[in-house]
């Protein structure tokens, strides 16, 4: 008979074959292969490629129907490594009594095709663009490489779409949307990791990731180029109706749910945490010492204690900083949980565009050395209003751009309703396709440390 094209499936059957798991253990001519039609039925016609011994064996082949291999002549090695194994006697009686039928092919499946355990995650780092949205990207990506998909972000192996809807509004807000990432629940614009719905519509704190790790006893930082009491990094740890009410922020900061609280911070905001904690016999130097971090201005402050707060007003050299936090949380057996917020809205757009570079590169870089026990995330809380408009592709767009001309990249200031991406690697990560809401993006991290949500 005319032997049917070589497909996947085929290449596959070859492939066992050569590891021995269809051996002959009689015949040293059990490496000889016949092709089939496989009669297994609509959903699985298909050429398969087959051993000899089997063809012969099939019921109804025309000749007597041979003896069944005698099982205990099968060698070591045949199947799957060395030593026997009761998995190819499984093998060969599977082909033997279920060749031809749907019985074969569910064999085959858990014989051959098991998955492996997948592996739980040590560590999670979310990497937060705030306003970080598709185009932003893209034309951020250009600008620095003047070449499309050009950030290390948009080669990551696992890529999802994510609604950024809030509970009331189709556009949401960073205090809605961080909510929905950090705790699962879909929330009102302002809230901050509480919902509508407690007694008499009051807010309602919901856990928060970060809470889950520091109640098992993980390390956890939260490194922001934004005031470490606004709404992205505060709802990693706090709970109020009003993302506006920093002085509540703060005090729950050194007051928190479930454990010590976060280890290590890194943002802007001094001034705001001088004026909160100013008072008699008080200042916000002793309230954090209280608390028991070391504080002060310097990120390299980080590397010198396991837990630090510091806390500036102006910029800072986001990859030694944030490479310093995860070597400190790192030292922790039992793990940690890191939230980076990187600000990419673009209202200007030059340091807007220049900070999704910065994240990109902090995003290389940790990917590199946090280890395969590490789900790392991207993603945004929000789109934003910018356009790639035009550029011509002889010329680097840099020369091109010009902020006030608006000729090439323009700017509607605002929020956008838009998916925006998400992209992702290591344990857990697969679960990172399609399109979902923002809400399973806790599901992801918490599955991940191969934990189960509170009821």
């Known amino acids: 008979m005319t032997a049917p094209q070589v497909r996947p499936i085929d290449r596959w059957f070859v492939g066992l074959e050569k590891r021995g798991v269809f051996a002959d253990p009689t015949s040293r001519e059990g490496r000889n292969f016949v092709y089939r039609r496989s009669t297994a039925g ?9 051993p000899a011994w089997i063809e012969s064996a ?16 099968i060698r070591p090695g045949n199947a799957f490594g060395t030593g026997p194994d009761a998995r190819t006697s ?10 031809g039928g749907t019985a074969f092919a569910g064999a085959m499946l858990a014989v051959c095709s098991t998955p492996a355990a997948a592996q739980e995650a ?7 663009g705030d306003a970080g949205g598709l185009s932003t990207l893209g034309a951020a990506g250009i600008l620095a490489h003047d070449r499309p998909q050009s950030l290390f972000i948009q080669s990551m ?22 909510t929905a990432i950090m705790t699962g629940n879909k929330t009102n614009n302002a809230m901050v990791s509480t919902t509508p719905f407690g007694p008499g519509g009051r807010a309602m704190p919901v856990k928060t990731l970060l809470e889950y790790a520091e109640q098992r006893g993980l390390s956890t930082g939260v490194v922001t180029n934004m005031n470490i009491w606004d709404a992205t990094p505060a709802a990693t740890f706090a709970h109020v109706a009003a993302r506006a009410d920093k002085g509540e922020i703060f005090r729950q900061m050194l007051k928190p749910r479930f454990g010590d609280g976060v280890d290590i ?30 504080f002060g201005e310097d990120p390299a402050l980080v590397g010198q204690a396991p837990r630090t707060a510091v806390l500036r007003d102006a910029d800072f050299a986001p990859l030694p900083a944030v490479e310093a936090t995860v070597a400190q949380l790192a030292r922790n057996p039992k793990g940690y949980f890191l939230m980076v917020e990187w600000d990419m809205h673009t ?9 999704v570079v910065e994240m990109d590169d902090m995003i290389r870089r940790i990917s590199a050395v946090a280890g395969k026990d590490t789900l790392i995330l991207f993603t945004a809380d929000h789109s934003f209003g910018l356009r790639m408009t035009g550029g011509k592709r002889t010329t680097p767009l840099a020369t091109q751009y010009d902020p006030d001309a608006k ?16 992209a992702a690697s290591g344990p857990g990560a697969d679960k990172v396709r399609g399109f979902m809401p923002n809400t399973r993006l806790f599901d992801i991290m918490l599955s991940a440390f191969g934990w189960k949500k509170d009821k």
């Open 407 to 422: 000729s090439v990249i323009s700017v509607e200031p605002g929020h956008t309703g838009e998916e925006v991406v998400v």
């Open 347 to 355: 209202d200007d757009p030059k340091a807007g565009l220049r900070h």
């Open 42 to 50: 609509a959903s699985l016609q298909r050429d398969l490629l087959v």
């Open 265 to 294: 911070l890194i943002g802007k905001g001094r001034a705001d945490a001088v004026a909160t904690f100013a008072g008699p016999g008080t200042s916000a130097e002793q309230a954090f010492r209280t608390a028991g971090y070391r």
């Open 122 to 128: 040590r560590n999670v780092i979310l990497f937060l």
């Open 90 to 99: 499984v093998m060969k009686i599977a082909f033997y009594n279920f060749l």
């Open 157 to 178: 192996p696992n890529v999802a779409l994510s609604d950024t809807s809030a509970l009331d509004r189709w556009v949401t807000d960073s205090a809605a949307g961080m």
């Open 58 to 73: 099939r019921p109804g082949a025309g000749d007597p129907q041979p003896a069944r291999p005698d099982q205990s002549a």
